[in-house]
């Protein structure tokens, strides 16, 4: 495939791709057999002149490399062309498919978000039938599950915004770009797109899925599993792990499929807010080590205003805006995080007698909010070097903000009244846009002084990039525990843990953030079982 790259398009005109290909590559119509989108991104840095970067990808009639040469042009290339799905990228990698190395195998995988499905998903590919044990509900019914809690309903903690099929991740707007880049990651954002996440993931620089779509993808790749012989265990739960001689043996179950399930291998995939299977694999033996995390807020602006300082413009033909900042107060991080664009703040416990907050957006980002975390690094220094020090630190703050909102509706105050440390008794331009509802109060008494410190001298620094930021008006709610696990569980080069077959994968064993770096980690994961 030709690529041709930094084809710029100013914002509000049509692209006529073939055309500009042709002018590239100074060929005939007849030459070309295909032009796809390999990339788009919006160039801002012009306000209100926005412009469109496209990168082409162009299948010609003959040899690749003539064409290019013939051209004369620095922006055109030859490269490979990208993958449609995780099965092409494993036999690109050299993965031995076609002999099913695991044929047969039952190997289970304890958490169906990211990275347990697509732990899974490789498992399958490689010829096992693996055995994939979620602790909540299937995706449909989870979806019902937790728009009845934001309606009102019980918290049930077995099911929520935290746990079931699809992980934390179906309720986070279902962002997929990632740092860690690379094939692997192309390919899992592939394969969400081939199962019907849009096929825009596969070129946007900053590719999501939305929460109404999520659930559909989801489901999808769950039966993909099912067809080459995978099984689901829903409203399952591990509730203890069976050693012999330092080698799994078998996971003790409780819940629909409760009982014994003998195996030698067991990918771990339990997302980061699984506090109980922590505190049972630490008092089993296995190696944990606390790890940093941040904690903080929500922030809350109008989206009209956010886009218009973005875009210099309120153009409705652009993409909700998008802005993500950074900023050093004493020697910690402060940092946006998970910002949802036309989004909404979701009521996120997991815990009874715990408030926590998350943010999430459709796929149209279309609400009359933008959100995004506003939250400040935290380390040893301030909870504790023992293994589950992170965890009861997290949820001291979850058990302050419960108790400061009286529910699991979030504590939620003015940014002016934050900063003059008062509660809050009206609203100004921001309207608080969560499901559960909100309640006023103090949240400088749900987090400790440092941290209050550094949000308040953070949205000094990020007003300077979108004045508004720091607005009066502006909505806090809280708190924003959950940005990553608080706990490393320890694995080596071959995947596994201090307990042989017992093998972590993705954010909950810390080592991964989101969903793509997640879904890759399953991918490494299962692959181990080959060494």
């Given amino acids: 495939m030709i690529r041709i790259d930094g084809i710029n398009i100013k914002a509000g005109l049509n692209a006529d791709f073939v055309g500009i290909a042709l002018r590239a590559l100074r060929i005939r119509r007849a030459d070309i057999k295909r032009v796809i989108v390999l990339k788009h991104s919006l160039d801002c840095r012009k306000k209100p002149d926005i412009c469109h970067v496209y990168s082409l990808g162009v299948e010609v009639q003959g040899e690749e490399n003539r064409v290019v040469r013939a051209c004369h042009n620095s922006k055109v290339r030859v490269a490979e062309a990208p993958v449609n ?5 494993l036999l690109r990698r050299g993965v031995p498919l076609a002999e099913k190395p695991l044929f047969g195998q039952e190997i289970a995988v304890v958490g169906s978000g990211p990275a347990g499905l697509f732990a899974a998903l490789t498992l399958a590919y490689l010829g096992a039938k693996p055995i994939v044990i979620e602790r909540g509900l299937s995706v449909a019914e989870r979806a019902f599950k937790v728009n009845a809690f934001f309606a009102g309903d019980e918290l049930d903690e077995e099911c929520n915004v935290q746990f079931g099929e699809g992980g934390a991740g179906t309720f986070s707007d279902g962002k997929l770009n990632s740092g860690i880049g690379g094939s692997l990651a192309a390919a899992v954002i592939a394969e969400f797109a081939e199962n019907g996440g849009g096929e825009e993931l596969r070129y946007e620089s900053k590719p999501h899925i939305g929460t109404d779509v999520l659930p559909a993808v989801v489901s999808s790749i769950r039966l993909k599993i099912i067809a080459m012989g995978g099984e689901f265990y829903f409203n399952t739960k591990v509730t203890d792990i069976i050693i012999k001689n330092g080698k799994l043996t078998a996971l003790k179950l409780e819940g629909n499929r409760s009982g014994i399930l003998k195996v030698n291998r067991a990918i771990f995939a339990v997302g980061h807010s699984a506090r109980d299977v922590y505190e049972m694999l630490y008092a089993r033996g296995v190696q944990l080590s606390s790890k940093p995390f941040a904690i903080g807020v929500r922030i809350e602006h109008r989206r009209q205003d956010i886009d218009f300082a973005q875009y210099g413009t309120g153009d409705l033909k652009l993409p909700a805006a998008d802005y993500k900042f950074t900023a050093q107060v004493d020697g910690r991080g402060c940092y946006t995080f998970c910002m949802c664009p036309g989004g909404e703040v979701v009521a996120a416990a997991s815990e009874k007698g715990g408030c926590v907050v998350n943010g999430m957006s459709n796929s149209r980002r279309d609400g009359q909010n933008s959100n995004s975390a506003l939250i400040v690094t935290v380390n040893e220094g ?3 070097s023992g293994a589950l020090d992170g965890v009861a630190f997290q949820r001291k703050w979850e058990k302050l903000a419960y108790r400061a909102s009286g529910g699991y509706a979030p504590p939620t105050q003015l940014l002016g009244d934050f900063k003059a440390g008062r509660a809050s008794f009206a609203l100004r331009e921001v309207t608080p846009s969560c499901a559960r509802g909100y309640s006023f109060a103090d949240l400088n008494s749900c987090l400790p002084p440092y941290i209050c410190k550094s949000i308040i001298a953070a949205t000094d620094i990020f007003a300077q990039k979108i004045p508004v930021f720091n607005s009066f008006g502006s909505i806090l709610c809280g708190v924003e525990t959950r940005t990553s696990s608080p706990v ?20 909950g064993a810390g080592y991964s953030g989101g969903i793509t770096s997640s879904a890759a980690d399953g991918v490494r994961v299962a692959m181990g079982i080959l060494k």
């Fill in 85 to 89: 799905n995780l099965r092409e990228e």
């Fill in 382 to 384: 301030d909870f504790g």
């Fill in 488 to 507: 490393r569980i320890i694995r080596d080069e071959s995947c596994n843990s201090s307990i042989s077959g017992l093998m972590p994968c993705g954010e």
